[in-house]
């Protein structure tokens, strides 16, 4: 994924922190909604039993239901402020976009057949086999550099060689026309 990619689909998911945070405020705010009197009967006994006036069940219940919801709201607030959620959740849904195309897919290893399990074992033993013959290629280009360097050598060589003998030849047949000279004269 290329940085202006990434950047134009982190813009475009910027949006879905703000959503959860206002998702979880409303069921936040439903937690408590189902609170009633009777669930305070039992406490409503005992204060009756103490106290010779009746428990205000419905002022408590609306305290208690207000405090408990402005807690764990202050809770969640707290939690999405020093977490970072807001970004977090845009990179998830960046990434779930990103790998959308593997959805669905069988990663169950165990389903896989032996040739695909051992292929990583299989292209690391073809790595070392090439890096192996790569080795042994520049090994013999080595040797094949040292052959070459002695054989333009040896070549000079018997190119002298071969030089020095047709120079000497001349000077035996000029030496040999020289003393037939001599023997006829």
Same mark, same amino acid.
């Given at each position: ?9 982190f ?18 705010? /439903? ?6 009197c ?56 960046m ?36 890096s ?29 060689? /071969? ?8 000077k ?14």
């Amino acid at each position: 994924m290329l940085a202006s990619d990434a950047e134009a689909a982190f813009k475009r998911h910027q949006g879905i922190g703000s959503q959860v945070k206002q998702a979880y405020e409303e069921a936040i705010g /439903q937690i408590f909604a189902d609170l009633n009197c009777s669930d305070l009967d039992a406490c409503k006994a005992i204060y009756r039993s103490d106290n010779e006036s009746d428990l205000d069940t419905e002022n408590l219940l609306n305290r208690t239901r207000n405090l408990m919801t402005k807690v764990v709201l202050e809770m969640n607030r707290c939690f999405f402020a020093s977490n970072d959620v807001e970004n977090k959740l845009t990179t998830l849904e960046m990434l779930k976009e990103h790998f959308a195309p593997y959805e669905g897919k069988d990663w169950n290893i165990n389903a896989a057949s032996p040739k695909h399990l051992t292929r990583p074992l299989r292209m690391r033993h073809l790595d070392f086999s090439l890096s192996f013959m790569d080795q042994q290629l520049e090994s013999q280009e080595k040797q094949l550099e040292i052959a070459i360097s002695k054989s333009n050598e040896n070549r000079q060589r018997l190119q002298k060689l /071969q030089d020095e003998r047709v120079k000497l030849k001349a000077k035996i047949e000029h030496q040999l026309l020289q003393y037939q000279k001599f023997e006829f004269n």
